[in-house]
């Protein structure tokens, strides 16, 4: 187009710029580009909200899957702590409720007593236990040992009240001694008719101390049975079980007890510690207990089978010249006794009774013991290093046979006594009487002399 005669392309003007590049812009032209830029945005909006939704329901359908798999959806959503039940407390040790020794010591109680022995300038004191009672009063067993070469025996009961008693009898083998109460009657203690096992739970519970007011009580543990152990006057008594209960002296004579309550056994013998305190205690079972005393109690013998014979331990250099393990020297043999009809004569070593080896008088003794007065038995024996056999039919101790307990180095021995120790007396002096055709024989310190086969 020519106007005035100027020319558009020679003026330096071109074609209109588009209407996005352009900075004025119509009225008209700015509504077309508002609706167009918001149309734009509404576009982009509407795809980012559907890719949010998408990808929302996919993280929804992981989550609900991984929640399925852990169980989040079973019925049970919320646990409970579990409930833990809790057992009363056990018992120590072998059946034995903490709560029942005491009990078990307020029961025995009545059957102890405090036993005040004193003979020339010495005086001892130990434990009694009441073992029988009678319409004229009570039997009580404690250990020889307390008793032994007593003057005066004397009990002291509750309430330190003190009442003289009387010696029926002591049984060297056994270390036994057998007292007897006049005018009153004290409740038996319990005996426990089962063997009693190493490692059994006990108590050993002795009289109350002149200045106390309850027993005295202490732990103890059956350690071992079947133990051998030697007694003041140098016998050995054999059969006893070992306690590990830390006591003294006075507890002699005190009770071995069960975790039922029942006496297993009577402290009878005590063994030193490395500074020669009489400190662990020795218990005899209660079977040989009762036996014994039963026989002191009714004939004033240990036990109820008589051989008659005395005698004392092999020397264990005579045993080795002879090959032999040991054996029982016969020091005496009473006349029209069993031993004398079988032919036994003073000297003869015997070294085995029916099948069992005799290698002590004190082993001898005790086979004899668990036998019966009707029962024969098959003897073996040594006679000038000549080994010879007899057989001899055991018969019931003499009922006139006893002798005062004492010191074996100045006792009188009888030599009618059954299987076991001093033959005993009805009252501990010494009124013993000898039975015609019997031999006695006075025992040296050192011998192992018994009245006793």
């Known amino acids: 187009m020519v106007e005035d ?8 003007f071109g074609r209109p710029l588009p209407p996005d590049d352009r900075i004025w812009r119509h009225p008209s032209e700015v509504g077309g580009i508002v609706h167009a830029a918001r149309r734009r945005r509404e576009v982009s909006n509407a795809k980012l909200v559907g890719f949010a939704m998408a990808a929302g329901l996919l993280g929804s359908v992981i989550t609900v899957g991984a929640l399925t798999a852990g169980g989040a959806f079973e019925p049970t959503v919320v646990q409970q702590p579990p409930v833990v039940a809790t057992a009363p407390p056990g018992p120590i040790a072998a059946g034995i409720e903490p709560a029942g020794w005491p009990e078990i010591v307020r029961r025995l109680e009545p059957s102890l007593a405090r036993v005040e022995a004193t003979g020339g300038t010495e005086s001892r004191t130990g434990t009694a236990i009441a073992f029988s009672s009678t319409a004229d009063g009570t039997y009580l067993v404690t250990s020889r040992d307390v008793v032994l070469d007593a003057d005066k025996i004397t009990l002291a009961l509750s309430g330190e009240r003190r009442k003289r008693v ?40 002795s009289a109350a101390g002149s200045a106390a007011r309850s027993a005295a009580v202490a732990k103890a543990l059956v350690g071992s049975v079947d133990n051998t152990v030697r007694t003041r006057s140098g016998i050995e008594v054999q059969n006893l079980l070992r306690t ?15 975790a039922s309550g029942s006496l297993i056994g009577v402290i009878l013998v005590m063994a030193t510690d490395e500074t020669g305190v009489e400190r662990f205690g020795f218990a005899l079972p209660t079977r040989t207990l009762q036996s014994t005393a039963d026989s002191l109690i009714r004939t004033g013998f240990p036990t109820r089978v008589w051989l008659g014979i005395s005698g004392s331990d092999l020397p264990q250099a005579t045993a080795a010249e002879l090959a032999i393990a040991g054996g029982a020297v016969l020091n005496n043999v009473a006349v029209d006794s069993p031993a004398a009809q079988c032919g036994l004569r003073s000297a003869d070593v015997v070294t085995k009774l029916n099948v069992t080896p005799v290698e002590s008088m004190t082993k001898l003794v005790m086979i004899l013991r668990e036998l019966r007065p009707t029962d024969t038995v098959a003897i073996e024996y040594l006679r000038a290093g000549t080994l010879q056999r007899c057989f001899a039919a055991l018969s019931q101790p003499p009922e006139a046979a006893a002798s005062a307990i004492g010191n074996p180095a100045t006792a009188t021995t009888s030599t009618t006594a059954s299987s076991g120790g001093t033959a005993g007396s009805t009252t501990g002096s010494a009124r013993a009487a000898t039975p015609p055709g019997t031999a006695t024989t006075a025992a040296s310190p050192t011998s192992t002399a018994a009245q006793s086969s």
């Open 244 to 258: 590990d209960a830390n006591i003294t002296p006075d507890a002699k004579g005190g009770a071995l007890v069960d």
């Open 166 to 205: 009387e010696l029926v009898g002591s049984d060297q083998y056994t270390n036994l001694a057998v007292l007897h109460l006049v005018g009153e009657r004290l409740d038996p203690a319990p005996f426990s008719p089962s063997a009693i096992e190493a490692g059994s739970d006990a108590i050993v519970v």
């Open 5 to 12: 005669g100027f020319d558009d392309d020679d003026a330096g």
